[in-house]
């Protein structure tokens, strides 16, 4: 069998035994090439659970720089005995399987259109290292080695790494160094290196930055100004506070006192963390919470006081894989029903939908000012594939002279000057009445904030006028944030085309790979990510445009198509689906068949038909 | 109905306070509960502590879930801001509020069943997290609101007011509150305003978790014979253990005790308790004692009374949190936002 020779086009997957330090070295396999300009796309496929049982980790390298998954393995590092048929099943013929020669492995074992690299990674470590431990974590280094000489990762950046990484700490670098090159110099002295399969020095990263999205929604949040996080621990969504802890420790602790500018308390439950986020918020502090689709579920009658006495809060929803606990540590995005309208009653929510890190960071800080502008709570759509895995993405931006919108809160000056406070009273026509903090002034602006009917002035009232007066200006209201909220982002095909395609969230990830390809078939679409909820009025006007529009979107029942119909008043049959929901990131091979069939139906037959 | 507010046309003659407010400065809009409610005597308690503790309206929160009891907030401090929550989930609301602003007086109150029923997580939980606060439960034995269903803190073999006999065992919600932390426990009943109104203003002036039980009547639903959170069953049975009287810190105590069962708490900021035992061996600062004696009685159906548990100079969530002493919601962009430097830096560490 001929071996794939591919250069700066292939998948390399990591079969690893979870707890056994591998995370490090796989991370820095995938840095590594970065730093040679080459881009990468990464995923750790885990299950749920801490130690002792399998883990994946997928690079896909692709000086294309698509970030979605290709599907299929090129070379597989199989490090785990327990999942070594399914992993030598899944390498595509022609492929290589990488793994720990130590022990003779009988033949019916291989697969003869596979090339084995067979490297004795425990008997280099036992000679080398007597600490159990030790043995462990080199084993992975040396690995590292092996495969560098393999595939022409250059070695240099390896070490750097290493460097940035063990500042300060002499001996644990030279051990480092040391194992690599053992590793190495194994690989070299008997194997033809590099591969068929190798990396080669590009320019194509650019200034871009590695990072997973849970940690720039933190850090979004801090930048938008929160200082109270209430949580209660649930994946993918953990990671999220855990980031922000770790960031507030860094950028807000006082420098004199050492004391902190903000708090956060892990909750009994998802119950008590979106109570606390609403209190703090009422009382003028910005706050969030992070969870998933159970947590949403649990928060559902809180949120409903929230949209009605008008509470600002920040709710980012890492979505996995659901119903109940459904896939814990997969991905979908399935929430958008739950959260759009989430609480009994008459109720609409806003929704952010970031499609990569960059975008969590932004929609992360814009989130706190849409709140407090808008006194609701308000969604950020992440799902697990975002929040959970670093995406090579564009460098996170700040600009110094923005200042935080703290929207309609009335000061004790101006209750002075003797403005009329309504608390709910709309002054400006846009839906949104003033607030006051507690404890603003002696005599003027208290209120008493209730879940149940008030009038303009929060006078408590069971009128039904007083009822539909106030359901009639949140509506308004709502108008107001599809001003707000980010646009859609409208893209053209390169022909004219009455066909086109929507999406949003992770989706865009296989979705720019697919379209590409999709063009390179001669299926044209034109183009629109949605970005926020309520829809942009551009929205309607788009799908207006177009006499067939595919949606496209990881959940089972067409959430998003849902919300389009409902919202837009668009007729279902004009929506073409396509759905995908196992729970693994939708990929360019299935977005592409899907709609090249779907195409095919009604008549927009390829041009010219290229064979893949 | 719409509830119109009182007028505020105030008597030149009316008393004021050391900050020159008046009582009605205190007071809230006109109750709707039942006529002989204890809740409403429990709001007037509440109004006569602040104005007599001196504490601007506004600068208290009241804080509250769903319930007769949660509905009282409107009765009173009609300056303050008020935050009438969802049924059972006031301590997470309170909690969020008091992270924001750590400068503002806190005042929770909730119900029987809204804290021994569908609230007990939260209840418990704020207590634990040491909450700089009071916590008041208007506690009737029923759920007043809802029309009389019986609560979680009614009492084994207590009779409904048609006739049913509760077969479950109360949550006595003193000592889930010494077992969880709090550090300032009493109870008190409705119908002794001597001695609830000093309970509340030495809760008030406590740093840390407060937490008043409050035994009060529901005499439309609870108030017959064989109910044990009736008027007539509590002045039976209350084994109040001390009175006490509170001084805040700037005054000296002035009154005259004829010697012997007198001890005094020195609070936080300054402030002071003196106790006058009831019963010579009650001592507030042994939670253990407090936890067995309270035991005991209930079991011969006494109802104990007073201030059971203090613990002083006990910290608070913030003094965990280590936060800084500005307000929460007062940092200003600078405090909050790092800049694009600090962005710049983290960029870099992430190639
Ligand atoms: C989620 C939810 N379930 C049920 C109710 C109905 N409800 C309102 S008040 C109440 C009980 C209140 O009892 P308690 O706290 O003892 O107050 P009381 O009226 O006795 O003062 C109930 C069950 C509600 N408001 N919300
Ligand atoms: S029903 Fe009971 S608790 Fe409610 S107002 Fe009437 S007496 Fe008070
Ligand atoms: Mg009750």
Known sequence: M????????????????????????????????????????????????????????????????????????????AMNPQTWEKDVAEIEPGGYLFYDSTKPFPASKFRTDVNAIGVPLTAICNAEYTDARQRQLFKNIIYLGALSALLDIDPAEIERLFAEQYKGKEALLDSNRKALAMGRDYALANFACPLTLRVERRDKVGNRIFIDGNSAAALGAVYGGATVAAWYPITPSSSLAEAFAKHCGKLRTDKATRKHKYAIIQAEDELASIGIVIGAAWNGARAFTATSGPGISLMQEFLGLAYFAEVPAVIFDVQRGSPSTGMPTRTQQADLISCAYASHGDTKHVLLMPEDPRECFEFGALAFDLADRLQTPIFVMLDLDIGMQDWLTEPLAWDDARRIDRGKVMTAAALDAGKDF??????????????????????????????????????????????????????????????????????????????????????GAAMAESLAELDRQGIYLDQMRLRGFPFHDDVADFIADHDHVFVVEQNRDAQLKMLLVNECGIDPDKLISVLHYDGTPITERFITREIAEKARVFNVTPLRKVAR | ??????????????????????????????????????????????????????????????????????KTPTYFLGNSHGFNSVHGRMPSVLTGAALANRDLIYLGVSGDGDSASIGLGQ?????????????????????????????????????????????????????????????????????????????????VAHRGAAFIDIISPCVAFNNHPGSTKSYDYVREHNDAVNRLDFWPSREPITAEYPPGGVRDVELFDGGRIRLHKLDDDYDPSNKVGAMTYLESRRAQGEVVTGLLYVHPDSGDMHDALETVDTPLNALSDADLVPGNAALAALNASLR
């Open chain 1, 2 to 77: 001929k071996p794939i020779a591919r250069v700066n086009d292939f998948v390399v997957k990591f079969a690893n035994v979870n707890g056994s330090g591998s995370a490090s070295a796989n991370g820095l396999f995938a840095r590594a090439i970065l730093r040679m300009g080459v881009p990468v796309a990464a995923r750790n496929i885990f299950p749920s659970n801490i130690q002792g049982l399998p883990t994946w980790y997928e690079v896909r390298i692709v000086e294309a720089g698509w970030r979605g998954r290709r599907g299929g393995v090129d070379l597989m590092v």
């Open chain 1, 422 to 507: 309504g608390r709910y009273l709309d002054v400006d026509g846009d839906g949104i009445p003033y607030r006051t903090y507690p404890g603003t002034h002696p005599s003027k602006g208290g209120y008493f904030t209730r879940g149940t009917t008030k009038d303009r002035y929060a006078r408590y009232t069971e009128e039904g006028p007083a009822y539909v007066d106030n359901m009639q200006r949140l509506l308004r209201k709502f108008e107001t944030a599809k001003m707000l909220v980010p646009a859609p982002a409208i893209k053209r095909a390169t022909q004219a085309t009455r066909t086109c395609a929507i999406w949003f969230g992770s989706t």
């Open chain 2, 1 to 70: 109905m719409t509830y119109l507010a009182k007028p505020k046309i105030h008597h030149p003659d009316l008393p004021k306070n050391a900050l020159g407010f008046t009582r009605r400065d205190y007071e809230g809009a006109i109750s709707t509960l039942c006529a002989g409610c204890g809740h409403d005597s429990i709001s007037a308690a509440i109004i006569q502590s602040f104005f007599e503790l001196d504490i601007a309206p506004h600068r208290v929160a009241k804080l509250s879930g769903i319930g007769c009891s949660s």
């Open chain 2, 123 to 203: 209840f418990a939980h704020i207590l634990r997290r040491g909450v700089n606060m009071v916590y008041i439960v208007e506690n009737n034995g029923v759920y007043g609101l809802t029309k009389g269903q019986f609560s979680a803190t009614a009492d084994k073999g207590s009779k409904s007011k048609r006739g049913q006999v509760n077969s479950d065992e109360p949550i006595d919600l003193v000592l889930l509150a010494l077992a969880l932390g709090a550090t300032f426990v009493a109870r008190g009943f409705s119908g002794d305003k001597t001695q609830l109104v000093p309970l509340i203003k030495a809760a």
